[in-house]
């Protein structure tokens, strides 16, 4: 070439040299229910961009699952779910890899590590993170970092394991990127460009005392960096949830000049967000009745809640926005819904769902609550906001948004329908506020809740306290954090699961619940309720039926396939719920065998025999009157038709040993064994999942190795047995 041109071609060369090779690229996939193992991949995520690394991070069913044998390094992260089951978005990618056509040498190249979420008060502990590892081995892969296993049971949860186990990560990883590990790491707690940019298209003018949120304003072209505070300025603020029909309390404080009762019918997730964010079609029922089980002056509230499908006009499946504010309806529709068939639903015809199954609710924050927050923070709840993704994000934060907000919404729809802000804030929520703290005392504080060293002291701030996201912005006042950076670091109000409580052949196009009203106080006697039991609670049955936005999942029970086959059920307080169901629908089916084909068809039925626990038998027997009417059943011809063959009680609190039902099992056993050990039978367990369900495990083992005449270990066999078989199954909750 001219010398001219090979002189320039060599100092282009040079420069090449000396500038900084890329990030090295790398794969973070998780697998994750509630967004537990999501959090903590992200949190894997930005820490890798201290080490040069440019991470993806995206669910294991979003990756190309043919690109595996090429990678050189892999992070797992997988939440066990139900009944050591499989998170939804981690399913396909299971079914690939335990394909028996797979090459076993075809991951000889993979080096990986996966950290997994479990509960230590599930039989199997942690199962598909275990599943999953040696699956990786079998197909050749090389673990280069030790597993590591959360426990949700930890006093700190899951960061008590993963804490240590990530912090010996980096340097494992660094050993196999030489370059990266040649470049001095930057420096930690760096704050990263928010996710969304929020601008401010309408500012109505507040009467409130609050400190005002400063956002960008239609007018500003600023692209939103979002670094420190410059990028849209503003404060945050909190809502939640989905759904429709507000509570009736009044008192709250409202902003400005808005009156709460100019809000009505309230607000519920718009179709299009809904459709992308909810796991299966939704539908809107009605609430027809809301009824406490337990005495008045019981200190715990239960309810039976039914939600009804049958009076849906085809329209009334359409989930929209809608905001009234002094007579003026604001809102945006997208149009009527078609018809969606899935699980729970056949289009906008009959609700269907199995035994077993629950139930989805959208919840939404109460009113109240809400416009009092949003005085506090000086906003209007007519203010209306647009929210894009910030281009300025990292990318694999982008690419891993939650899904995405309506563009256009106001604060109030913001903050009552979307945003969990009553929820409690995690780790990194305090990291990314002390970097807009001024008071030195605040900013010193935060840094230390986000220190390994301060983790105690923020599970006794936040954690055991519940803390809010609010109620940390009021704690550390000086904290200007932009309403870009809070909707990033909030996350969107989660559907609350609840065990359905009815069968759908007795009572067609409904769906019943049996809800206990969370109201607690907290070690510092601070007054707590949950939200969505709480605002289901205050709707009420009216002649209009507020409705509320639901789907169905599959839950962890499956009713045997025969008659023939007996079942032990066994439900203290609200566990009672998924076997209510279960009942029911044997019930209906009995009944039917017998109409068709005479009652003695029936004689071969199995049989369930409930077990039932609570405190007092004259404040909480839940559902006294039902039990009473499916033991007794009816006699025909001398033969006996009850779909419950036996149901035994213990209340705790009625004499002075306490009695649970684990007591009762004991008593039982002659039956428990007669079920499991003779009959092959299936045994069935809800409820709380503190020390209830090991100690029923442990009482049912006993039983099996006392009666069946076999050693500790045999029966602790004979249970995996049943666990791997799925005759032995639980559905416990905190």
């Known amino acids: 070439p001219p010398p001219v041109l090979a002189t320039v071609t060599e100092i282009e060369r040079g420069r090449r040299g000396r500038m900084a090779s890329p990030p090295a690229p790398l794969s973070i996939l998780y697998g994750s229910q509630t967004g537990c193992a999501k959090e903590v991949a992200e949190r894997l995520g930005r820490e890798s961009l201290r080490y040069h690394f440019e991470p993806t991070v995206i669910p294991m069913d979003s990756y190309k699952r043919s690109n595996l044998p090429n990678e050189k390094v892999v992070i797992f992260v997988a939440s066990t779910t139900g009944q050591a089951e499989t998170p939804h978005n981690m399913k396909k990618f299971w079914r690939f890899l335990r394909r028996k056509d797979i090459p076993k040498d075809s991951l000889k190249g993979l080096k990986f590590t996966v950290f997994g979420l479990g509960d230590s008060s599930y039989p199997v502990y942690n199962a598909v993170a275990r599943r999953l590892h040696q699956r990786l081995i079998d197909l050749g892969g090389v673990p280069f970092h030790e597993r590591g296993l959360g426990d949700d049971q930890d006093q700190r949860g899951y960061d008590e394991k993963l804490d240590p186990w990530a912090s010996s990560l980096w340097s494992k990883l660094l050993a196999l990127f030489p370059e990266n590990a040649r470049r001095p790491p930057k420096p930690p707690g760096q704050l990263l460009p928010p996710i ?92 027809v009745e809301n009824r406490r089980l337990t005495a008045e002056e019981h200190s715990q509230d239960v309810r039976h809640i039914v939600f009804d499908f049958s009076q849906n006009e085809p329209d009334d499946a359409m989930t929209m926005a809608v905001v009234v504010v002094d007579g003026r309806r604001r809102g945006d529709c997208s149009g009527t819904q078609t018809s969606r068939a899935g699980s729970g639903t056949s289009g906008a015809g009959a609700v269907t769902y199995a035994p077993g199954d629950v139930i989805d609710i959208y919840p939404q924050n109460h009113l109240e609550d809400t416009l009092a927050a949003l005085k506090q923070l000086g906003l209007h709840p007519d203010d209306v906001v647009e929210i894009k993704l910030n281009p300025d994000a990292p990318g694999f934060l982008r690419k891993n948004a939650e899904p995405l907000l309506p563009p256009r919404l106001t604060v109030l729809e913001l903050f009552r329908v979307y945003l969990d802000v009553f929820g409690t804030p995690g780790r990194y929520f305090f990291e990314v506020l002390s970097h807009f703290a001024t008071d030195p005392m605040q900013k010193e504080k935060l840094k230390e809740f986000n220190s390994p060293e301060g983790q105690l002291e923020l599970y006794r701030y936040a954690t055991r306290e519940k803390r809010t996201y609010i109620e940390v912005l009021a704690d550390f006042r000086s904290a200007q954090l932009p309403l870009s950076h809070f909707i990033s670091h909030v996350p969107r109000m989660q559907p609350r699961q609840f065990s359905i409580a009815s069968s759908c052949l007795k009572y067609p196009n409904q769906a019943h619940i049996c809800m206990a009203v969370v109201e607690y106080k907290t070690p510092f006697r601070r007054e707590k309720r949950g939200i969505c039991s709480s605002w289901l609670a205050s709707l009420l049955a009216d002649s209009g039926g507020h409705q509320v936005p639901v789907s169905f999942s599959k839950g962890s029970f499956r009713m045997p396939s025969s008659l023939s086959t007996p079942v032990l059920m066994v439900g203290p307080g609200t566990g009672i719920a998924p076997f209510m169901s279960m009942c029911q629908e044997r019930e209906v089916l009995l009944t039917r065998l017998a109409s068709k084909n005479g009652i003695e068809s029936t004689k071969d039925y199995g049989g369930a025999y409930v077990f039932f626990g609570n405190r007092f038998r004259d404040k909480d027997y839940l559902y006294r009157e039902e039990w009473k009417l499916l033991t007794d059943g009816r006699t025909e011809n001398g033969t006996k038709l009850a779909a419950v063959t036996g149901f035994y009680c213990a209340f705790s609190r009625d004499q002075k040993e306490k009695v649970y039902v684990q007591h009762r099992l004991a008593e039982q056993k002659d039956i428990v064994w007669d079920v499991l050990g003779k009959r092959n039978g299936t045994f069935m367990l809800a409820g709380n999942s503190q020390k209830m369900p090991n100690d029923v495990r442990k009482q049912v083992q006993e039983i099996v190795r006392a009666i069946g005449k076999m050693s500790e270990r045999e029966a602790k066999m004979f249970l995996l047995r049943m666990d791997a078989k799925r005759q032995y199954v639980q559905e416990t909750w905190s």
């Open 196 to 287: 969304y940019r929020a601008t401010l298209l309408q500012k109505t003018t507040t009467g409130g005392s609050g400190r005002h949120m400063e956002v960008d304003n239609s007018n500003n072209n600023n692209n939103g960096s979002g670094q420190d505070s410059k990028d849209d300025g503003g404060r945050s603020s909190s809502s939640s949830g989905g759904g429709d029909g507000g509570d009736n309390r009044k008192g709250a404080g409202a902003a400005g000049a808005a009156n709460i009762n100019a809000y009505r019918p309230s607000v519920v997730p718009r179709e299009e967000w809904l459709e992308t964010f909810a796991p299966s079609p939704v539908r809107m029922a009605r609430v």
